[in-house]
């Protein structure tokens, strides 16, 4: 998909140049080319894809015939694991890193130097994007080894020229001492560390001690309030939230900016489509679907048109930061968790960001599925917020209902319950009950 039109030309960064629409559509049909003709001869996994589909690396003349190329999945990862994509000659491989698939084997990808380069460029533009100086402290608080974490976010920062303070992910009293003793100006972590640590923070009367600006997170679906909860207890600036996948270099691929109206993407090193995960067809511009990938100069694992199973969708339009890159909004949920609901489409994270509208409302939820009569039934469970009396709650409700039906476009009974009603987990808490199929 092109990138969005914009007319005025930011002044370039260090790392984040300074595009055209058009610029940026030459760059990204260029690389196209290039990642065909390279993942055909690359690898036998393309050219057997590429062949059944009845493409050769020279019928791509124009940014539309991406459309014509096959989807890649997680799948093919699995089933040629563990390296299917791997397009270059051993002797060219210098690293690799997998994660952890949600079902099966894991997912492992391999990098040449240049694609280690392309990936510390990629992620020093993060940091230059979230308006960090070379005399910023950064405690990195994720994972480091097999994953991609620990890796992208120390890669960036060196070649971005902050100061990298690699302590890992957990051990509380370390993080607190480095934030004190250190000074440490920016915090990268998942939010729910974020969170800990400024509970920490505010239990042992620490913020006086910080120097804490900006903060970078990402990882995890979170809330609003879960975020202006660690921004207050921090004592934050600014907070922002990173994408990014193993498949795709690691986390970097994008950022959001100081005007916090969704995410800015690389479109110079990869092409963002958006599309209806039933159908597999591009959805119209704004609309909600998945996010599927194609590198554009990607060598040791080149992706085309790999389908992330992220649901997201388009911002059009210039961002008030000024920054050209195209944005995408803040990722939504997985394709996997679909709801098809008389006949729409609905994913749980947009019932989320409807509850999240109303301030009397906590963010735990539950989504029930029904069917009677042959006939779609779905109620939406809330709690109130303690400070809000229980007589207020038939009111509530009944808002929450139209908000749903004017956003999402569907009806659903909504039921408030008394805080602490829901189940709770610290591991991924089930929110949709789907009992249609026993009727
Ligand atoms: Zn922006």
């Known amino acids: 998909m092109p990138a969005a039109k914009h007319t005025s030309k930011p002044a370039p960064g260090r790392f984040i140049p300074s595009l055209s629409a058009d610029e940026i559509a030459k760059i990204q049909l260029d690389g196209l080319k290039w990642t065909v003709n390279h993942a055909y001869h690359g690898t036998p996994f393309y050219r057997l894809r590429l062949n059944e589909a009845g493409i050769a690396p020279g019928d791509i003349k124009d940014l539309s015939d991406l459309a014509k190329l096959p989807f890649t999945t997680a799948y093919d990862l699995q089933d040629g694991y563990p390296l299917p994509l791997l397009s270059v000659p051993e002797e060219r491989v210098v690293r690799i890193h997998g994660s952890s698939g949600t079902t099966g084997k894991r997912k492992i990808l391999a990098y040449t130097q240049k694609d280690i380069d392309d990936w510390a460029n990629m992620f020093a533009r993060c940091y230059e994007l979230a308006g960090l100086t070379e005399l910023d402290r950064v405690q990195i608080c994720v994972g480091y080894g097999l994953w991609t974490a620990g890796a992208g976010f120390q890669l960036g920062c060196e070649r971005f020229g902050a100061m990298a303070l690699p302590v890992g992910p957990g051990m509380l009293d370390i993080q607190l001492q480095m934030l004190t003793d250190l000074g440490t100006t920016c915090l990268c972590s998942t939010a729910s560390?974020?969170?800990?640590?400024?509970?920490e923070v505010e239990k042992q009367h620490l913020r006086d001690k910080l120097k804490l600006k900006r903060s970078i997170f990402g990882a995890e679906?979170?809330?609003?309030?879960m975020r202006q909860r660690f921004e207050e207890a921090l004592g934050l600036?600014?907070?922002f939230d990173i994408t990014g996948m193993t498949e795709l270099y690691g986390p970097g691929a994008g950022l959001e900016c100081e005007a916090h109206q969704g995410i800015h993407y690389w479109a110079d090193l990869y092409i963002l489509e958006i599309i209806d995960p039933v159908t597999l067809l591009p959805v119209a511009p704004g609309e909600l679907g998945e996010m599927v990938v194609t590198t554009l100069r990607k060598e040791a694992s080149p992706l085309i048109r790999y389908r992330t199973r992220d649901m997201t969708r388009l911002i059009p339009g210039a961002c008030p930061c000024g920054c050209g890159m195209p944005r995408h909004e803040r990722i939504q949920g997985r394709s996997d968790d679909m709801i098809i609901f008389r006949g729409v489409n609905i994913y749980p994270g947009q019932v989320a960001a409807v509850l999240e509208r109303h301030p009397q409302l906590q963010s735990e939820y539950q989504i029930a599925l029904s069917r009677s009569?042959?006939?779609?039934?779905m109620v939406v469970r809330a709690e109130r917020r303690t400070e809000t009396p229980e007589a207020e709650a038939e009111v509530l409700a009944r808002a929450v209902g139209e908000d749903i039906k004017s956003q999402i476009l569907v009806s659903a009974?909504?039921?408030?319950?008394?805080?602490?009603t829901l189940p709770r987990s610290f591991a991924k808490t089930k929110r949709v009950l789907d009992e249609r199929e026993k009727d």
Not at 373 to 377: V, Y
Not at 413 to 420: H, M, N, Q, R
């Open 193 to 199: 560390m974020a969170l800990l640590l400024g509970e």
């Open 221 to 225: 679906a979170h809330s609003r309030k």
């Open 413 to 420: 009974k909504v039921e408030i319950l008394a805080p602490g």
């Open 237 to 239: 600036e600014h907070s």
């Open 373 to 377: 009569e042959g006939l779609d039934h």
